[in-house]
């Protein structure tokens, strides 16, 4: 079991660019398949980008390349580079990591971490 933990959040004005990171204990991150997913106020998680342990890579149609995930194994850790933010952006992200594969449905996703913050100001 990993738990992942975000950071990086914060508040940006529309256009302006934030990188999220997620890292978790133990040397058996790089084994899992991870996620990104956000919730705003009132509405249902979604699904934002995921990365395979080998590097595939999946993202939702909304992220029209403006968003673009990586890992860094040996850092244990995985990053949402996050441009040309919008207002409708803002949510709470959640990263997540699977044993399962890739996939982008929560329920593929074991291991959750406790979110951050993104704000878009228009």
């Known amino acids: 079991q990993v738990q992942p933990v975000e950071s990086g959040g914060g508040l940006v004005q529309a256009g302006g660019s934030l990188r999220l990171s997620c890292t978790a204990s133990g040397r058996t991150f790089s084994t899992y398949d991870v996620g990104w997913f956000r919730q705003a106020p009132g509405k249902e998680r979604e699904f934002v980008v995921a990365i395979s342990r080998d590097g595939g890579k999946v993202d939702a149609d909304f992220v029209k390349g403006r968003f673009t995930i990586s890992r860094d194994n040996a850092k244990n850790t995985v990053y949402l580079q996050m441009n040309s933010l919008k207002p409708e952006d803002t949510a709470v992200y959640y990263c997540?990591?699977?044993?399962?594969?890739?996939?982008?449905?929560?329920?593929?996703?074991?291991?959750w971490g406790q979110g951050t913050q993104v704000t878009v100001s228009s």
């Open positions: 997540a990591a699977s044993r399962g594969g890739l996939g982008i449905s929560p329920s593929v996703y074991a291991n």
